[in-house]
């Protein structure tokens, strides 16, 4: 079964610029979570989507956006990039969402963005 | 102060020690407990996944959970140098899909 996939793996980009990561969760996981990891900051919740509707945004500015598609499929953007946006980006994927005891979250191994 | 504090470490232990990892938190509507391990370079990877309070145990490894005090706890017994990563925990309210995260606790396990 494969897992969450994250693309591009690595990314090097100039400040001012835009970018889209892209995220592919768990066949048949409908909500999609992105979080930014620093070592200072530590993983920082993004937003959440399910049912391609943002169901929960983290406290970042509006520059930070995402859509999900009707197969689940994930992508976030960042517009006019600044040097702090460097960061691990990772996206989560789990079967639903709600109060059920009985699932996790499902990492994938995550987008390293380098602003220069 | 940070909703869930986590000692970052770094901790290291000879192999086949029992290891303790800790978070407290302040949120008291925190109802789902996990820790993740995390290597170097690759994302979290969950261990362990709790409700509310009490234990749980899976192989190696053993979850506690203290809702009253606030604290929660990840027992590694007979540790390997594969367990050797950098340990998360995370929590949950019910009805919101966030996770807050500690900082993370970097283990190393000495052969």
């Known amino acids: 079964k494969a897992g969450v996939t994250q693309t591009p793996r690595y990314l090097i980009k100039t400040r001012g610029q835009q970018v889209t990561l892209s995220c592919s969760p768990i066949s048949g996981h409908r909500s999609v979570s992105w979080y930014q990891q620093t070592p200072g900051q530590g993983l920082q919740f993004l937003f959440e989507y399910f049912s391609e509707t943002q169901r929960n945004k983290g406290n970042f500015p509006g520059r930070f956006s995402g859509r999900q598609f009707s197969n689940s499929r994930s992508e976030m953007n960042v517009s006019t990039l600044e040097l702090g946006d460097s960061a691990l980006y990772l996206c989560?994927?789990?079967?639903?969402?709600?109060?059920?005891?009985?699932?996790?979250?499902?990492f994938g191994s995550g987008t390293r963005l380098t602003v220069v | 102060q940070k909703e869930v504090e986590q000692d970052p470490g770094p901790l290291s232990v000879p192999e086949g020690a029992i290891v303790s990892l800790n978070c407290t938190y302040s949120?008291?509507?925190?109802?789902?407990f996990m820790w993740y391990r995390q290597y170097s370079r690759k994302g979290p990877e969950l261990l362990m996944y709790t409700y509310s309070s009490g234990n749980k145990e899976d192989g190696r490894f053993t979850a506690q959970v203290d809702k009253s005090s606030k604290y929660i706890s990840l027992f590694i017994r007979d540790s390997q140098p594969s367990d050797s990563a950098t340990y998360l925990c995370?929590?949950?309210?019910?009805?919101?899909?966030?996770?807050?995260f500690g900082t993370g606790t970097r283990l190393t396990i000495i052969p």
């Open positions: 995370a929590m949950r309210e019910t009805g919101n899909e966030k996770l807050t």
């Open positions: 989560a994927s789990s079967p639903d969402r709600g109060s059920s005891k009985n699932y996790g979250y499902t």
């Open positions: 949120n008291s509507a925190f109802q789902y």
